[in-house]
């Protein structure tokens, strides 16, 4: 409430006038409270449901996986690319310096230790969404020989970092671990 | 406002007085499009791409109504509804090819509608709102075209969801969990294809609203006319009935007779043959495009290919695409001179014309793959679009002479006005 001094005194002689507007205020914020507060169901609905949010987490068997090939899973509705990275690969990515990158990470730091030939990301292109080329038989790897976007030409290399073109991050790795030597469990 | 000479409605019988007394809703109709509502007399054909923009919004609310009784909107049947649509609901087929052929005709009609407007600066004083909510309007356009592509869950409808909700994810921070959100999910499945069929079947009625709106404002002021000049005297107007509808009629014929020849001779023109493959999240086309309506803004998100200082190439791209639009909203402030139609700006008339071909380009390079040679003339074609605004504009309007204005419509019309001299020389009477 403002300072009482600070009112004019003609304004305060009916005292039915501030009860009025003591009054007035209080019904405008309950109610304005409670619109908010209605509201926010009204938004919170939109959100990603239950079902949705209960990880399908997949369990993958990479034992038939040779060095050089890669697989596509499916987590979350998302494609995932499981790829078997060889000697050359994984030398590439690791000679890269990491300060020329613009999403700065290492090889092992993209990887599980013991594991750095096995690359698991999603096959989602960080740019807008479409799904990179590289992964399946004979698709074009772009020209650092990880993965290309034909939607709007971004570039991966061979730990699925973006080298080239718009998208502004690399590949996602998503949460996964190794259940034994050639099953990983994603999610 | 009508001007003090309008037609004065007169209920011609007891049912119509009656009617006149307890809701005058034919003494509305009279005044708004009827003998009532005067209109300057030298309105050419740009002018009747208002009531065909409205035809075809009502074009697009009937038969996608009717498509509505007929479609199921879950990710597991909508691709085959369609094709149930097509196949075998009687008359099918003619729906809704009418109903996408539609759209396109709108964004036609609309983009006539608007460059009729830039090059009649329809957006300056006193009709700055009619402007400002035509832009509203024609943001809701694009909202609802966007989520009816979205319905047939073809392949082009899935992957477009996704591109487009993917705009948001460039937004800093809270990017990620926005798109997530308007998906409702991780990618675009069932939540947002239901969301998306309510949405687009609600905002046709909002645009109904806005043009409600669009139409009160245009009839303040009265619509303004080619040569620019406001209207003075009764001599400057015609009544819109018959005049106008007459006018307008024709016009509509005119229309009819192109939107049938594609509705019925080459329905899938406009149309991406991948459309006709179910959506599959596992595999995106070798060549996404949005549909032709969208090609010149798609062309400017597409331009950004490198960082811009601090800021990424992916977020440029999206901001630059709104500001495309956004950049409407100034018009009125930017484009300071005092003349309005083009007819009487030399200068400003030379550039109107290169926008035009800027903007054909720019849908050009839209339509074309992401290949270096259309991203290099995206990146030219855009950043003239944004100088044409916030450079060319203001610059044009302070240092160009227009050429003498007529002193009336009249004039303009009839080469002399009798009551000018009258107006204009009171003594002389």
Same mark, same amino acid.
């Given at each position: ?33 409670? &619109? ?105 790897? &772009? ?9 709007? &030409? ?34 | ?25 034919? @003494? ?149 969990? *926005? ?19 309510? *949405?687009?079947? *609600? ?115 999206? *901001? ?24 009487? @700006? ?84």
């Amino acid at each position: 409430m403002a300072d009482e001094a600070s009112i004019d005194p003609a304004e305060v002689t009916g005292e039915g006038v501030r009860r009025r507007d003591f009054i007035n205020i209080a019904a405008v914020s309950f109610a304005g409270v409670g &619109g908010l507060a209605v509201l926010y169901p009204l938004v919170s609905q939109m959100s990603a449901s239950a079902d949705v949010l209960a990880e399908s987490s997949t369990e993958i068997d990479v034992s038939a996986i040779q060095p050089g090939q890669a697989i596509k899973a499916v987590f979350r509705k998302q494609p995932v690319f499981v790829r078997n990275l060889t000697k050359a690969e994984i030398t590439e990515a690791e000679k890269v310096d990491t300060s020329s990158l613009r999403d700065p990470q290492t090889l092992e730091e993209r990887t599980k230790e013991g594991k750095t030939n096995w690359l698991i990301t999603m096959g989602v292109c960080t740019h807008l969404g479409c799904v990179p080329l590289g992964a399946g038989e004979g698709e074009v790897k &772009g020209e650092f020989g990880g993965y290309f976007c034909p939607c709007h &030409g971004s570039v991966y290399d061979t730990a699925a970092r973006i080298r080239k073109g718009p998208a502004p991050k690399n590949l996602e790795v998503p949460p996964y671990e190794f259940t034994s030597d050639t099953v990983v469990k994603i999610g | 406002m009508s001007f003090p000479w309008a037609n004065e409605y007169k209920p011609a019988n007891p049912l119509t007085q009656w009617l006149d007394e307890k809701l005058p809703l034919p @003494r509305f109709v009279y005044n708004a499009v009827g003998a009532g509502y005067p209109v300057p007399r030298n309105l050419n054909y740009m002018w009747n791409f208002g009531v065909l923009a409205g035809f075809c919004l009502m074009l697009q609310i009937v038969t996608g109504v009717i498509l509505a009784m007929h479609y199921a909107a879950n990710s597991g049947v909508a691709f085959d509804s369609v094709e149930h649509i097509m196949r075998d609901v009687n008359w099918g087929w003619m729906l809704r090819y009418a109903h996408a052929n539609g759209a396109s005709a709108f964004f036609v009609v609309v983009y006539i509608h608007i460059f009729r407007g830039f090059f009649y600066s329809s957006y300056k004083a006193p009709r700055e709102m009619i402007w400002l909510l035509g832009v509203v309007i024609f943001l809701l356009m694009m909202a609802t075209a966007f989520m009816g592509y979205v319905l047939p869950w073809g392949q082009m409808s899935f992957w477009g969801a996704k591109v487009i909700t993917g705009l948001f994810s460039a937004i800093p921070l809270i990017g990620d969990p *926005l798109q997530q959100w308007l998906l409702g999910g991780f990618a675009p499945d069932n939540a947002a294809l239901n969301r998306f069929f309510s *949405l687009h079947f *609600l905002l046709p009625f909002v645009i109904a609203g806005v043009i409600i709106l669009h139409i009160w404002a245009l009839h303040i002021p009265g619509s303004s006319n080619p040569t620019g000049v406001e209207v003075k005297q009764e001599s400057d107007t015609v009544p819109f009935h018959p005049y106008y509808t007459a006018k307008d009629g024709f016009g509509l014929g005119v229309f009819l007779i192109l939107y049938c020849a594609v509705l019925f001779f080459a329905p899938n023109m406009l149309g991406h043959p991948d459309n006709y493959i179910a959506a599959n999240p596992l595999s995106t086309p070798a060549h996404i495009v949005p549909e032709w309506y969208f090609w010149p803004f798609y062309a400017i998100l597409r331009a950004f290919t490198a960082d811009f200082f601090f800021i990424p190439a992916k977020l440029m791209g999206v *901001l630059a695409m709104f500001a495309a639009i956004l950049v409407w909203f100034f018009l009125p402030w930017l484009d300071t001179s005092p003349v309005r139609s083009g007819h009487y @700006r030399p200068l400003f008339r030379k550039f109107f014309w290169i926008l035009l071909v800027d903007v054909i380009v720019l849908g050009y390079c839209g339509g074309s793959p992401a290949e270096t040679k259309y991203v290099l003339i995206s990146q030219i074609a855009a950043t003239y679009y944004f100088l044409h605004f916030l450079v060319i504009l203001p610059l044009v309007s302070s240092i160009e002479k227009p050429e003498p204005l007529p002193f009336s419509i009249t004039e303009a019309v009839l080469g002399k006005d009798e009551g000018a001299v009258l107006n204009a020389n009171p003594a002389a009477a």
